[in-house]
């Protein structure tokens, strides 16, 4: 089975750097993403890591350590418009779908 | 391009009635995954489609559920009858291979009264 783990809600201010962070328990991985997801909205795809290490892209970073079961997503120059859900997946070894963790609600404020 | 999409967005049906909800894969998508939502708990995995063949229905909870794609192309997926705990958020991902990152649709909210 799959656990993942991310802290329900954040709280930043706009300008600011934020880091939200996901642990996971999996019987296998390939591969973890990172999703935001506005009220009402879609999950839109975000990153992908599936070596250890850090990705970038523009304002989003997403960081892996396989060892260690843990990824985070990093946001800098934070803008209202990033307050949304942001949502963790693992992709199993040896199958496509996706688990994911509850969700990281995180509010920006002026 | 067009991205995933839905319909409908909002279903609202009493316990023991069908719903039938809708999904439009991006164009060219062989990969066709549906996965619900329900109040309070994580984006859970129903079923994955690879064109029109079932690739993995390990998430499908019982068999008042039925999804197809017939064509490969659009998917429905059909709840019959319709009970209590179906209430949630239907999403609906397509993908060009199944490892590439999944494009989610908007979703449908279904309401079991």
């Known amino acids: 089975g799959q656990n993942i783990d991310q802290p329900t809600e954040m709280t930043a201010t706009e300008g600011a750097i934020v880091q939200i962070n996901c642990t996971y328990q999996t019987s296998g991985f390939n591969g973890l993403f990172w999703y935001q997801q506005h009220a009402g909205e879609a999950p839109t795809f975000l990153s992908y890591?599936?070596?250890?290490g850090l990705e970038e892209k523009g304002r989003f970073s997403s960081f892996l350590s396989r060892s260690k079961g843990y990824s985070y997503l990093l946001l800098k120059e934070l803008q209202m418009k990033d307050s949304a859900s942001y949502l963790c997946a693992v992709r199993d070894g040896g199958y496509s779908t996706l688990t994911f963790g509850k969700g990281t609600m995180l509010l920006v404020s002026p | 391009e067009a991205g995933v999409t839905q319909f409908p967005s909002h279903s609202v049906i009493e316990k023991g009635q069908t719903v039938t909800l809708r999904c439009d894969p991006i164009?060219?998508?062989?990969?066709l995954y549906w996965y619900r939502r329900v109040m309070g708990k994580e984006i859970k995995f129903l079923l994955h489609f690879v064109k029109e063949s079932k690739q993995d229905e390990s998430g499908m909870p019982n068999n008042r559920f039925l999804a197809e794609r017939t064509g490969g192309t659009y998917s429905t997926l059909k709840v019959q009858p319709a009970e209590l705990e179906d209430s949630g958020v239907y999403f609906c991902?397509?993908?060009?291979?199944?490892?590439?990152?999944?494009?989610f649709g908007p979703g449908t909210r279904l309401t079991v009264l």
């Open positions: 890591n599936v070596l250890d």
């Open positions: 164009s060219g998508h062989d990969n």
């Open positions: 991902a397509s993908s060009q291979a199944d490892y590439n990152e999944q494009f």
